[in-house]
């Protein structure tokens, strides 16, 4: 039996890659149907070897539709979503709108598959921040191992976060620098041209970033509520592809040999190890790959049980796309 599933955000990096992973995985679908705001309408975006017309979303009645898949501005998700969930069909979000909502689950299903099943208390299962996402993949073997008490994570986060007008910026930017015309920041606060930029999302009322606090409260949220995370996030002129130096602190005893162990066929990680000839990977090796890479896994001797580690993972598949529909899957064997 097929599903009838909704993309909301269908013109958008994320929305294009859900449909793009739900062909590669031969999701059951007996209809999609690709939604977004009035200005896109009637524009047309590709699923597998069809082309789907972009209907608009405000118009659109989720009466008989089973999943929607969303990925678009926050303040539209928080809209559309309880419509869409009103009319019966299960939303998986890809916005930071209800992922603090203690009556909708936060889920990697790599970590907490289990909590997919309050889906029931909403209608809805919020999809984490990509930056999130891959450190809690590469967190949780080690969590088992020897709880993690504490961690510094600074990010180096690709422009497509910031979605395809952010792309366009780094491509003109980088061509205008070589012919003295490069335009003037749009999407960023400052030239990410051959650049790098403290800042992603808006400052709190702490200095924290708002990115840099997503990371710190879906990690809690995610993983364990007790673990403290230091989080700095940086935009890097990068085009696909989130890397992040992460520095852990744990309860018991552990070191680079056990973790290696641990993570080594852990799901959804692949382990460079420095003993194989490949040391470790970066952003535009991966971009395209399902799973988090994780090397540099070594020793942090200024502290207790301390290990750093390197991870990079595609922020679109699974720091988005990918890992909705995961959740998607888990959903239609599980509990549809
Ligand atoms: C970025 N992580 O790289 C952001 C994009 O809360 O889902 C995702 C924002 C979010 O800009």
Redesign the pocket.
């Known amino acids: 039996m097929g599903y009838k599933v909704a993309v909301v955000g269908a013109s958008g990096n994320v929305g294009r890659e859900m449909l793009a992973t739900l062909t590669e995985r031969n999701f059951p679908v007996d209809d999609v149907v690709a939604l977004a705001s009035s200005r896109s309408a009637g524009r047309e975006v590709s699923f597998g070897d069809d082309t789907l017309k972009i209907q608009d979303l405000a118009k659109y009645d989720f009466k008989g539709t089973d999943i929607v898949l969303s990925s678009p501005g926050a303040k539209v998700s928080a809209e559309f979503a309880p419509r869409a969930a009103a009319a019966g069909a299960v939303v998986i979000d890809?916005?930071?709108h209800f992922r603090m909502d203690p009556d909708v689950p936060l889920v990697v299903p790599e970590v907490n598959a289990y909590a997919i099943a309050d889906y029931k208390k909403k209608g809805i299962i919020a999809n984490p921040?990509?930056?999130t996402i891959q450190m809690v993949v590469a967190l949780k073997p080690l969590h088992d191992l020897a709880i993690v008490k504490r961690v510094v994570v600074s990010t180096y986060?690709s422009v497509s976060?910031?979605g395809k007008d952010a792309m366009d910026e780094l491509f003109n930017q980088t061509r205008g620098v070589f012919m003295n015309n490069a335009p003037a920041p749009e999407v960023f606060t400052k030239t990410i041209a051959f650049n790098v930029i403290p800042q992603?999302?808006m400052f709190m009322d702490d200095h924290m970033t708002k990115?840099e606090w997503?990371m710190v409260v879906e990690t809690k949220k995610i993983l364990d509520p007790k673990i403290k995370v230091c989080a700095n996030c940086v935009r890097v002129p990068v085009f696909i592809g989130?890397a992040a130096m992460v520095n852990v602190e744990f309860e018991n005893d552990i070191d680079a040999t056990m973790a290696k162990r641990a993570l080594q066929g852990a799901p959804g990680i692949t382990l460079i190890d420095l003993e194989s000839e490949m040391e470790y990977v970066t952003p535009a090796e991966i971009a395209g790959e399902d799973n988090v890479f994780v090397s540099r896994v070594r020793e942090d001797v200024t502290v207790e049980n301390g290990l750093n580690f390197w991870c990079v993972a595609d922020?679109l598949r699974k720091g988005a796309a990918l890992n909705a529909v995961q959740i998607a899957e888990i959903l239609v064997r599980e509990y549809m």
């Open positions: 890809n916005t930071s921040n990509c930056s986060q976060g910031a992603i999302d990115e997503k989130h922020n």
